[in-house]
């Protein structure tokens, strides 16, 4: 009877037969469940279609980057300031608008400063304990070793078979330093081309902090006693230029910025993380990013941060500077000028996303043919996972963790 069967489902064609094993498949599975029987995978079936958020897609170079506010709603605004410039009536603004401080949110800068130098700290920690890779060719990264097989790498001057060609990384990698003009004076008129190289550049979040109330000698700011005003759409500040009381510039060498910053970046890395194990300090560090991001939320959503639509390009401020260094998408027909956009947090911390590791003890790569089994997560995140930290909620989604991954011959089966 069983040789019948056989010669019966030989005689059947390919997609039949392939529904036919797939239904034994199910009812094998079924059985071992139901008697209690442990099998390899403990999901038993592999599924695509978890509860698994969409990982996210890399922008052509052609592409603009999605907008924050609709644009709709974006001429909607620009029309409404146009009929009340008209009017030339007086409009009281609020802070940060006119030049002053929000209390609230003074504290919030302060921790923001404090968890990114620990933060910084906590990455060159671990990382001298995880290795980092990254591709000469493209630039992907990747978090451990060994590094993965998937084959993206698909840029000019790459391999025909779209393998990476590893080298090994380090902490800019997985943490990109993106830099901001520093503002004397935040509601005062943009930087311009010729300035470029008279004004100092700092880390944007820095920037971000010194403008939400962090007094820093070496940058310099403007503190405004008194609000300034918007008739017609100009504004109008009732406080001198350069106050006598205001003496924040005193005791700054001129054209120190690249001591200062070689000074603070010796600085950061000495810092003590009052910690042996690397593990202490992985789950010290997740917690600290989260904090760092959270707290950049709260300030963006009162200070105005600017990038620009095609180029990783950020000042933050109310309006974008108007340096011609652009050479993104159409950048001729802008003459170099930075398509500016409201930015994200992404755009000041850019996550940089990693494939994610599940077993990083296995010494196993990552293979091509099972990368839809895979997630994604940042690699700050990744590099703290590995040494032993906790991955928040927010990141289980991309993780897809709860999908198992089958091995190569049983892929085939999985629906």
């Known amino acids: 009877m069983y040789r019948n069967k056989f010669i019966c489902e030989a005689m059947l064609p390919r997609?039949?037969?392939?529904?036919?094993?797939?239904?034994?498949?199910?009812?094998?599975?079924?059985t071992a469940n139901l008697f209690g029987i442990r099998l390899k995978h403990h999901s038993g079936m592999y599924s695509a279609g978890s509860i698994s958020t969409e990982l996210p897609r890399k922008l052509k170079k052609c592409e603009r980057k999605p907008w924050v506010t609709h644009i709709n709603e974006l001429k909607?605004?620009?029309?409404?300031?146009?009929?009340?410039?008209?009017?030339?009536?007086?409009?009281?603004?609020?802070?940060?608008e006119n030049g002053l401080l929000v209390k609230e949110l003074i504290p919030v800068a302060h921790d923001v400063f404090a968890a990114r130098t620990e933060l910084l700290a906590c990455v060159t920690r671990v990382a001298k304990s995880i290795v980092i890779y990254t591709c000469s060719?493209?630039?992907?990264?990747?978090?451990?070793?060994?590094?993965?097989?998937?084959?993206?790498?698909?840029?000019?001057?790459?391999?025909?078979?779209?393998?990476?060609?590893?080298?090994?990384?380090?902490?800019?990698?997985?943490?990109?330093?993106?830099?901001?003009?520093h503002l004397y004076d935040r509601i005062g008129r943009a930087v311009s081309h010729n300035e470029r190289l008279e004004v100092d550049q700092i880390?944007?979040?820095?920037?971000?902090?010194?403008?939400a109330g962090i007094d820093i000698p070496q940058y310099p700011t403007r503190r405004r006693v008194f609000p300034a005003y918007n008739l017609a759409g100009k504004v109008i500040d009732f406080e001198k230029r350069f106050p006598k009381e205001d003496r924040s510039s005193e005791g700054i060498e001129t054209f120190g910025f690249w001591g200062n910053r070689k000074k603070s970046s010796e600085e950061n890395k000495s810092i003590d993380v009052n910690a042996d194990e690397a593990q202490a300090v992985a789950v010290r560090g997740m917690?600290?990013?989260?904090?760092?991001?959270?707290?950049?939320?709260?300030?963006?959503?009162?200070?105005?941060?600017?990038?620009?639509?095609?180029?990783?390009?950020?000042?933050?401020?109310?309006?974008?500077?108007?340096?011609?260094?652009?050479?993104?998408?159409?950048?001729?027909?802008?003459?170099?000028?930075?398509?500016?956009?409201?930015?994200?947090?992404?755009d000041l911390v850019p996550p940089v996303y990693v494939w994610h590791v599940q077993d990083p003890k296995s010494g196993k790569p990552l293979v091509n043919e099972l990368k839809?089994?895979?997630?994604?997560?940042?690699?700050?995140?990744?590099?703290?996972?590995q040494a032993g930290a906790k991955v928040s909620c927010d990141y289980t989604g991309r993780m897809r963790e709860d999908v198992a991954l089958p091995e190569l011959d049983e892929e085939k089966w999985v629906v």
């Open 15 to 30: 997609r039949v037969r392939s529904i036919l094993n797939l239904h034994d498949m199910i009812t094998y599975y079924s």
């Open 76 to 96: 909607r605004m620009a029309r409404r300031e146009r009929k009340e410039r008209q009017m030339v009536k007086e409009k009281i603004l609020g802070p940060p």
């Open 137 to 181: 060719l493209c630039g992907e990264v990747h978090v451990g070793h060994p590094p993965h097989k998937i084959r993206t790498c698909n840029v000019a001057g790459s391999l025909a078979s779209k393998e990476h060609s590893w080298k090994l990384g380090n902490v800019e990698h997985i943490l990109p330093h993106v830099e901001s003009f």
């Open 203 to 211: 880390p944007a979040v820095n920037e971000l902090c010194i403008q």
């Open 287 to 346: 917690e600290t990013w989260g904090k760092m991001r959270s707290g950049i939320s709260k300030l963006m959503q009162k200070y105005a941060v600017q990038t620009c639509g095609y180029c990783p390009e950020v000042q933050v401020g109310p309006k974008g500077h108007r340096v011609r260094n652009c050479q993104a998408y159409k950048h001729q027909m802008r003459d170099g000028q930075h398509a500016w956009q409201e930015a994200t947090v992404d």
């Open 372 to 385: 839809r089994y895979y997630g994604m997560l940042p690699a700050v995140v990744e590099l703290f996972a």
